[in-house]
């Protein structure tokens, strides 16, 4: 060791001492759940109700009309579902639906870390649901707080062989990075509580993470994980139809707090490959770096992205490999070339098919001539493979036998679903996250804004002669980045109501973040920008050049190289 | 001054004596004396000015009666009292008591015996009648044949079981063989004249047993009021604030009004009700005059004033009641047979219509529009419990309403009052109003004594103001409330409210139950079993029990939990628990404001 470092020394952070005071993530969730008389629960509870896999929320479209009235917000919880690689069963596919239409808010959310979210369930009802899952082995927990989360992984249509092997590995880091503690077992599922037997924490110790943590695994050309927003990025390594290993990128995230300029996104760095065989081992280790030198006194300053830059790549190499008892191996060559989904029917190399839906921004619901939450249902009823929820928050109905295939697409047909294909190619690749109405941090609208403004600037698009050009265009409501916006080449995070601020530049494949471009403005500004980029796009391209690269070349915005240097060289007039 | 025999009632024995011993007795002793002889009449005086002096008392006095009253709102002890004052101003010896303070035993001492009753829900006795009523209806009621009755009847003549409470204390006091000395009289909403007349008749026969004929005209009046409104001259109350308390995807709308009483002179106590003089919705008034074939401009003459027959039907008549008595009345214009309906199931057929459907349905008629009015009766006002406490928000009044809607015989409904409020009133507007006292339903004297309320939907509203008045003077007693309605995100009435008092400690406790939150149905009484122990302990403390809400949608139901509550963690009977129950009734320490 060359360099001495140690964790950042402090006052611990309110949720550290939530934590510690927590016995192992119980606080007083039972009896919160219990009290009758309000829809919410204590400031505590609400943190540790994340480690289980729920944040309280309200509906704040309602808050004033129900304030007027004498009722207090509409306290709701919000549940994801922890759901490895976004894979799910018919039977459990059926559970959600009939939970959500009875319990919760009568859709379904697929999120952009291919989990599903259920929204709008009351206090009373969340054990309720909590038991609905355990009964198709679903659970949610580690879903949300300061622990692993859900690990995502390519869905990768074509390579069946391969998916499966890399979707176990996804499955693996999953169930070895679970907090151990019977916690949710105890509350939720009235398991026994054993007396005497201390919960223990082998892996992230009683204070569990400094942060929240993300993993996800990409199979190279596709690069539909988003493998550099990632805590973790494991880039498969797959040789001669056979995975190998994967390259090991660290410290991606994409959070940060409008006005602070210390806190911004950053891209996962690639530090080496190791074999597959290690890899569980690998994340753990990783996992536990953070753990030890993370920072505990200030929240914002305290995902694993901080710490590599605090530490220093080099450094965190060399603990690694210390840690390791071995070192990381030289990173082999990987290349991307998309992070879209291929929408409809493609063929893997079993034989088997699988379908993706368009589902834009991953609402699963029924609206009028536009019955998607049915037709899903329909589906889900005879389908034989699985669903799998995919980072751009479509859904693939996978693996169906070549026998099924003709009774899936008959459903496909009559319940007027869609591939997507005839919508216009920005569209294909839009990301937008939930925000309002249930969102307590949204500052702007974004699932229920971004389908219209999109409607609008596809007349800018048609007018180029840009139909058919992917460009990826994403919304966040707020700048904690759930849509990965600041990744986008085209990006908006939302400021406050009906304004944004917008970015450009971010590369197509996922390999740059963007730049800001202009601050707080509302939609005439944003079409009329728009308009003159598009256009310039259109005529001054050059062969093959996606638009990100393109506002580059011309100078509208400076390459942002690191999330060091994101909020350098924003232009003057922003 | 000397007694004589001449100048007095007095025999010669006892002038003598009391000429012996008056001049000798000290100041205290005729004060105490004084006292002594005219305690009898301290009942009757309540409401009256106190009889003077020794001089009073040496009037004839030969005539004793005994006034009873069942009284669920009020209006019923109200006459009773100022009935009891007249007669004691015409010399009878008079006793004026609640039903639940009268022991039945003593009927048969009575010479006569006046009862004014009112009914309520659908037909039931009020509460502080139900053990006399039950008394005298089962086997161990005597015989009374040295007793002389006679019964004033209130009630509202759009229910199906009109008078009914006074109507059974008629008939079975005659089957007791007492004789009545004037014909019973059976007064609807508008109460006041019909039992003026009643009284005059009574005091008349009354009078006739001690050959007196003079009968003393003046009036006995209530104490002097503190405000120049009432029901006769409502205020034009001002709608400072409207708000639908439910929110959307309720089944309900349940309005918080605050209204302004400012310069009204107007106050009222908690537990209190406000009447509200509705009017007609226009619509249905003028598709009333439609189906009528009137002109709606053809002038009639409605109490001394000539308006139009639209405003007539409009503002001062009821239009949306077809009531037997109403039905028997209209009959006579029409050359259709109405017995159908008047010997058939007349409850079946009046609900869910209105004037316009049996106008419908019954002609042709054959009237004018005067004829047509006069046979109307006004438009009754609606009484609401008061949602707020004067003392914390003075020159205002708040009410709960429930706007009543349902659909029947293929038209939308709503309430009259409730559907003016929901669909016609706004801020800004006024109404017409009056305050009336409750004495059933007051908050116990003692700032200490723990109170259960238990209220239903709109039936939180006095609980609301009983809060409301704890939290202004600092009352220390411990409070319970079990409030309960359908779901609890659409319809927690005062959620805030009730969460704020139960964080600064004026609610001490409070549990709820929203009957569709859950596949099986869950109300008010199936958690006031859920806590058994704890209320018996409550009660056990001396705790008065408040119940709010729908007779039969809850009350009923309530009343039973208690019941099974007293029996079990008493572990008495239920002929005890009974006992119990009424005793507590009787103590003011279970009141009700049903409907």
Known sequence: MTKKVEAPQGKPSANEIFKDESNFLRGTIEQSFKEPLSGKIPEMDTQLIKFHGSYMQDNRDERLTRQKKKLEPSYQFMVRVRTPGGTATPEQWLMMDEAANTIGNGTLKVTTRQAFQIHGIVKWNVKTFMQKMDSVLLDSLAACGDVNRNVMNGVNPHQSATHAEIYDYAAQISEHLLPRTQAYHEIWLDGEKVAGTPDIEPIYGEHYLPRKFKIGLAVPPSNDVDVYSQDIGLIAIVEDGELQGFNIAVGGGMGMTHGEQETYPQLARTIGYVAKEKIVDTCEKILTIQRDYGNRTNRKNARFKYTIDRVGIEWFKEELNRRLGYDVEPTREAVFESRGDDYGWTKGTDGKWHFTLFIENGRIKDVDGYPLMTGIREIAKVHTGEFRMTANQNLMIANVTPQKKRVIQKLIEDYNLTDGKHYSAIRRNSIACVSLPTCGLAMAEAERYLPGLITKIDAIIDEAGLHEEEIVIRMSGCPNGCSRAAMAEIGFIGKGPGRYNMYLGASFIGDRLSKMYLENIDEERILAELTTLLNRYATEREEGEHFGDFVVRIGVVTATTDGTNFHANAPAHA | ?595
């Open chain 2, 1 to 595: 001054m000397v007694l004589q025999v001449e100048n007095s009632p007095f025999t010669e024995q006892q002038v003598k004596l009391l000429n012996e011993l008056l001049p000798n007795l000290t100041d205290n002793q005729k004060i105490w004396l004084n006292g002594y002889l005219s305690a009898p009449q301290a009942v009757a005086a309540q409401a009256t000015a106190v009889l003077e002096g020794l001089q009073q008392v040496s009037k004839p006095k030969t005539i004793t009666a005994t006034i009873l009253y069942a009284s669920q709102t009020g209006n019923s002890q109200k006459l009773a009292e100022c009935f009891g004052a007249e007669l004691a101003q015409n010399q009878v010896d008079v006793n004026v008591a609640s039903m639940s303070d009268f022991k039945p035993k003593d009927l048969k001492k009575l010479d006569n015996l006046f009862i004014i009753a009112s009914t309520h829900g659908e037909g039931e006795a009020p509460d502080n009648a139900i053990g006399f009523y039950d008394f005298l209806h089962s086997k161990r009621a005597p015989k009374l044949d040295q007793l002389n009755y006679a019964v004033l009847a209130l009630g509202d003549s759009s229910y199906e079981f009109f008078c009914k409470t006074g109507a059974d204390f008629d008939q079975r006091l005659s089957e007791l063989g007492a004789t009545a000395i004037a014909p019973r009289v059976d007064c609807d909403v508008d109460y006041e004249d019909d039992a003026a007349a009643w009284l005059t008749t009574v005091q008349q026969a009354l009078l006739k047993q001690s050959g007196q004929t003079e009968v003393a005209t003046q009036t006995v009046t209530a104490p002097a009021p503190t405000s120049t409104y009432n029901k006769k001259n409502p205020f034009q109350a001002e709608i400072l604030e409207k708000i639908n308390l439910n929110m959307d995807g309720s089944n309900k709308e349940t309005y918080h009004i605050e209204l302004s009483l400012e310069g009204s002179g107007l106050t009222f106590e908690p537990g209190d009700s406000l009447g509200i003089i509705p009017q007609n919705d226009p619509a249905l008034a003028a598709q009333l005059v439609e189906v009528l074939g009137f002109d709606a401009t053809a002038q009639v003459t409605v109490q001394d004033t000539t308006v139009t027959v639209l405003e007539a039907l409009t503002n001062t008549l009821e239009i949306t009641v077809v009531s037997k008595p109403l039905v028997q009345k209209l009959a006579a214009f029409t050359k259709t047979d109405i017995t159908p309906i008047l010997e058939g199931d007349f409850h079946a057929y009046s609900y869910g219509r209105d004037l316009i459907d049996f106008v419908t349905e019954y002609g042709p008629f054959d009237w004018t529009p005067q004829q047509f009015v006069e046979q109307l009766r006004a438009i009754p006002h609606r009484l609401y419990s008061i949602a707020s406490s004067y003392t914390a928000n003075p020159d205002e009044v708040h009410l709960t309403i429930g706007k009543v809607a349902y659909e029947a015989n293929g038209r939308a409904r709503t309430g009259v009052t409730s559907g003016q409020v929901a669909e016609r009133l706004e801020i800004g507007d006024t109404v017409s109003i009056f305050t009336k006292e409750n004495p059933n339903f007051k908050l116990p004297q003692d700032a200490d004594t723990p109170i259960i309320m238990i209220g239903a939907g709109t039936g939180v509203a006095p609980f609301r103001s009983f809060v409301e008045e704890r939290a202004e003077t600092g009352a220390e007693g411990k409070s319970w409330l079990f409030f309960g309605d359908q779901c609890f995100v659409y319809d927690f009435l005062y959620q805030v409210e009730w969460l704020n008092y139960l964080q600064d400690g004026t609610l001490t406790k409070m549990d709820v139950a929203f009957s569709r939150d859950q596949a099986q149905k869950i109300y008010v009484q199936h958690r006031l079993l859920e806590h058994a122990q704890e209320v018996y302990e409550w009660l056990q403390q001396g705790a008065v029990i408040y119940v709010c809400g729908d007779e039969k949608a809850m009350a009923k139901d309530v009343h039973e939990a208690l019941l099974q509550i007293i029996e079990q963690q008493g572990n008495i009977s239920r002929e005890e628990a009974v006992e119990t129950l009424v005793q507590y009734q009787q103590q003011k320490r279970y009141q009700r404001d049903v409907y």
